[in-house]
């Protein structure tokens, strides 16, 4: 197993690694973005977005869809700096890391770090963001998926305990301005919170929780996708307290996680870690399939 160049989406530079079962194509001459992500011979998983696919340079920040590494909280310009530019990439025997020229405006050094299981249908993404300047800086990694249209997101809520057996609150769940919470493509269950992405809703929608769970799913056509990543008791996240954000309007839905604010020495690195999965299995949205499905798939 190790990288095969390839072309993809109008882009020249690109390069594919599969374990047999599973794909994933990452861009070099932008980005870097995982631009494709499903089984081999199967549906992306991952949104392309066609205004954007095989564009490159330019001083504009562009979607290209698939996953990035960004950095929380959400300011202009800081965020929204142009990754437009050609990817240097290296591999080890193991691990693809894909590293992009330093954003200079910011003094900041990202790069993600890929290493996909030789036999299961797992990956592991490592995601780093460096100091390269002169003072600290305080951020969160923020890696967010941005979904293929027309699936359904899936949030595991804290286990119900009724009045009188506790009086502690269980999690944090943060709205926007733009957040509406009677949104039709919303289901607030008992065990789960879930998410469709539905063309024919012209609204931007947003939640975002503490999930303790450390989990959240997409299902898209029969395929399940599932986000693994940490929650730190007691660490200050970004966006009142939040390691994982939901985001749709028609066309895609974002499964975002972040790691804890951080001060960034000059010379230093964080990092965000997370773990994706992908199985076959039709779930529909009834809380006890979901059970009886997409839990035994999530480990939990």
Known sequence: MK??????????HCLRLSNGEIEIIATLDVGPRIIRYGFVNGQNLFKEF???MGSTGGDTWKSYGGHRLWHAPEVEPRTYYPDNAPVHHAWDGKTLTLTPPEETSNRLQLSIAVTMDPEKPRIDICHRIANTGTWDVTLAPWALSVMAEAGRAVIPQERYI??????SPARPLVLWYFTKMDDPRFTWGEKYIQMRED???DAKQKIGA?????????LLNGDVFIKKFDCMPGAAYPDLGCNC????QPGFLEIESLGPLQTIVPGGIIEHRETWELHRADVGPDEAEIDAKLMP???A
């Not at 009724?162 to 009086?167: D, I, K, M, N, Q």
């Not at 769970?213 to 997409?218: D, I, P, V």
């Not at 954000?245 to 749709?248: M, S």
Request: aromatic content about 18%.
């Open 210 to 218: 503490l999930n303790a769970k450390g989990w959240a799913a997409y």
């Open 199 to 201: 063309a024919s809703v």
């Open 245 to 248: 954000e939901f985001y749709t």
């Open 3 to 12: 990288p095969e160049d390839v072309s993809y989406g109008g882009w020249d």
């Open 50 to 52: 066609s205004d954007d």
């Open 297 to 299: 798939l999530a480990g």
């Open 162 to 167: 009724p009045h009188g057996e506790s009086f």
